[in-house]
């Protein structure tokens, strides 16, 4: 059995930025807290609540005075301006870990709404990223992966705009982004500008998924069962017909004997300690051979 790893696996950089300053924050002693998950991963939140870190119910956290000596972090996927500005009455100090790429979308989804442009987000309702990026717009819509092209082009029309810039969540599938993109253009009679805001960690990410279902047997896809991004390159290697692993532990993998040649690849959100003991599994059980930047 041959195990190809991807070239691409491990932290992107906006994660590791993130998890960075809040170990540091916690090491030095700092009483931090969060809402939500800092970062999709199960075992970096866990490690992290074991250094301390302290996360609070709901995507709006409560307003309370008892933190008024605590830090709060705000995590990888970002925050709306409204909840910024209520946590900065409450906390000492706000510490904003948000991915540099993504508050650049933020940033030039502002600036075009200003000068008039509908922003049209094709994104997933309910994600953090859409939610924080939403936050910051009033004349916007949110078209999900499984829109109706007619019912989009209806609520468009019904925004009465001249206008429209169309811009994406980070993590989205890239190709699908493109084709939804190109469907508005052809179809409607206004100024379309269309703004591929889609991490190049996560398109690169996306190739390499593509590549080892190509030439593998089948993919493990190790990550977070909550990471947008870990999920969409496990569909992309069953979209070529081959059986893609999506798992965090060595114990989630199925018997893997049958197969020759066996891909892998992360999430972005992914430590490579994770990775590391699938591969150390693999080599004691089967006996694999690791190839990597496979």
Same mark, same amino acid.
């Given at each position: 059995?041959?195990?190809?790893?991807?070239?691409?696996?491990?932290?992107?950089?906006?994660?590791?930025?993130?998890?960075?300053?809040?170990?540091?924050?916690?090491?030095?002693?700092?009483?931090?807290?969060?809402?939500?998950?800092?970062?999709?991963?199960?075992?970096?939140?866990?490690?992290?609540?074991?250094?301390?870190?302290?996360?609070?119910?709901?995507?709006?956290?409560?307003?309370?005075?008892?933190?008024?000596?605590?830090?709060?972090?705000?995590?990888?996927?970002?925050?709306?301006?409204?909840?910024?500005?209520?946590?900065?009455?409450?906390?000492?100090?706000?510490?904003?870990?948000?991915?540099?790429? #993504?508050?650049?979308?933020?940033?030039?989804?502002?600036?075009? @709404?200003?000068?008039?442009?509908? %922003? +049209? &987000?094709? =994104? $997933? /309702?309910?994600?953090?990223?859409?939610?924080?990026?939403?936050?910051?717009?009033?004349?916007?819509?949110?078209?999900?992966?499984?829109?109706?092209?007619?019912?989009?082009?209806?609520?468009?029309?019904?925004?009465?705009?001249?206008?429209?810039?169309?811009?994406?969540?980070?993590?989205?599938?890239?190709?699908?982004?493109?084709?939804?993109?190109?469907?508005?253009?052809?179809?409607?009679?206004?100024?379309?500008?269309?703004?591929?805001?889609?991490?190049?960690?996560? #398109?690169?990410?996306?190739?390499?998924?593509?590549?080892?279902? @190509?030439?593998?047997?089948?993919? %493990? +896809? &190790?990550? =977070? $069962? /909550?990471?947008?991004?870990?999920?969409?390159?496990?569909?992309?290697?069953?979209?070529?017909?081959?059986?893609?692993?999506?798992?965090?532990?060595?114990?989630?993998?199925?018997?893997?004997?049958?197969?020759?040649?066996?891909?892998?690849?992360?999430?972005?959100?992914?430590?490579?300690?994770?990775?590391?003991?699938?591969?150390?599994?693999?080599?004691?059980?089967?006996?694999?051979?690791?190839?990597?930047?496979?």
């Amino acid at each position: 059995m041959k195990v190809y790893v991807a070239a691409s696996t491990g932290f992107c950089y906006g994660v590791n930025r993130a998890v960075s300053i809040c170990e540091r924050l916690l090491k030095n002693g700092i009483d931090v807290y969060t809402n939500g998950e800092l970062v999709h991963n199960e075992e970096v939140v866990g490690n992290l609540k074991k250094m301390g870190l302290k996360i609070l119910e709901g995507e709006k956290p409560v307003i309370d005075n008892e933190f008024d000596s605590s830090t709060f972090a705000v995590r990888a996927h970002g925050i709306s301006p409204e909840i910024e500005r209520d946590l900065r009455k409450s906390f000492r100090r706000v510490v904003d870990l948000t991915c540099p790429i #993504v508050y650049n979308v933020f940033r030039l989804a502002e600036g075009l @709404e200003k000068k008039g442009y509908l %922003i +049209v &987000v094709y =994104g $997933k /309702k309910g994600h953090a990223e859409v939610d924080a990026l939403c936050g910051r717009l009033n004349n916007y819509l949110l078209v999900e992966p499984s829109y109706d092209l007619n019912e989009v082009f209806s609520e468009i029309l019904k925004k009465r705009c001249d206008k429209v810039a169309i811009i994406s969540q980070t993590t989205m599938n890239h190709k699908d982004f493109m084709e939804f993109s190109s469907q508005i253009e052809q179809s409607l009679d206004a100024k379309i500008d269309v703004f591929d805001t889609i991490c190049s960690v996560t #398109v690169k990410r996306e190739e390499e998924a593509r590549r080892l279902a @190509e030439v593998c047997d089948a993919v %493990i +896809v &190790v990550g =977070g $069962k /909550k990471s947008s991004n870990t999920r969409k390159l496990a569909q992309i290697v069953q979209d070529f017909g081959k059986s893609a692993f999506h798992v965090r532990e060595p114990d989630e993998l199925p018997e893997l004997s049958n197969f020759e040649k066996i891909g892998l690849i992360s999430g972005t959100s992914t430590p490579y300690v994770q990775i590391q003991r699938i591969l150390d599994y693999i080599e004691t059980k089967y006996e694999g051979e690791v190839i990597h930047n496979g």
